[in-house]
T-cell receptor, first 113, second 115 residues
Framework: AQSVTQLGSHVSVSEGALVLLRCNYS??????LFWYVQYPNQGLQLLLK??????LVKGINGFEAEFKKSETSFHLTKPSAHMSDAAEYFC???????????FGAGTILRVKS | NAGVMQNPRHLVRRRGQEARLRCSPM?????VYWYRQLPEEGLKFMVY????????ESGMPKERFSAEFPKEGPSILRIQQVVRGDSAAYFC?????????????FGPGTRLTVL
């Protein structure tokens, strides 16, 4: 079965600093990987997804993620944090046979002014 | 183009009552997924439906929970005889096709509180 581990339930950065949110996956087949963002009391919005094309994936709001097979990682980065980036971020992998997403536990990003 | 719609946004029920959660997928989407988010946890898959068919219900509790997606109208997640442990946010997502890389678009969720 596939699984996702997000290291760090809370990450705090200063405005303008690099954002790095970590995600490691477990899958016996090439995975499809997703990053979603959730603002308070709202649904999830797709930031980006990896579908076995380019290993560096660019998403919305300046975020990007790099698929590293050797490290089984799909970390999310943004060069310069903005106050509006404060939210909870979820990494997810699509199940091997089917369409259901398996989510990590989430990382809450706090941006300090 | 309207997104995924869910109602109600907030639902309060007493123990033993029934809860009905509704989800209207995005226009043109015929695949619906339900996920549950318990406090301090990530989302957990419950059920995957296409029009008039349940494709995968491996995440649904065996008792009290049911889901449907009729030919006409929204998808319904029904919880009978609710208990306090059912308190959670329930999210619906929809996708246009069956590809494993298809993006799932999420609704705003229904927050169920059981008193």
């Amino acid at each position: 079965a596939q699984s996702v581990t997000q290291l760090g339930s809370h990450v705090s950065v200063s405005e303008g600093a690099l954002v790095l949110l970590r995600c490691n996956y477990s899958s016996s087949v090439p995975p499809y990987l997703f990053w979603y963002v959730q603002y308070p009391n709202q649904g999830l919005q797709l930031l980006l997804k990896y579908t076995s094309a380019a290993t560096l994936v660019k998403g919305i709001n300046g975020f990007e993620a790099e698929f590293k097979k050797s490290e089984t990682s799909f970390h999310l980065t943004k060069p310069s944090a903005h106050m509006s980036d404060a939210a909870e971020y979820f990494c997810a992998v699509n199940q091997e046979y089917g369409n259901k997403l398996v989510f990590g536990a989430g990382t809450i990003l706090r941006v300090k002014s | 183009n309207a997104g995924v719609m869910q109602n109600p946004r907030h639902l309060v029920r007493r123990r033993g009552q029934e809860a009905r959660l509704r989800c209207s997928p995005m226009k043109g989407h015929s695949h619906v997924y339900w996920y549950r988010q318990l406090p301090e946890e990530g989302l957990k898959f419950m059920v995957y439906l296409q029009k008039e068919n349940i494709i995968d219900e491996s995440g649904m509790p065996k008792e009290r929970f049911s889901a449907e997606f009729p030919k006409e109208g929204p998808s319904i997640l029904r919880i009978q005889q609710v208990v306090r442990g059912d308190s959670a946010a329930y999210f619906c997502a929809s996708s246009p096709g069956t590809g494993v890389a298809d993006t799932q678009y999420f609704g705003p969720g229904t927050r169920l509180t059981v008193l």
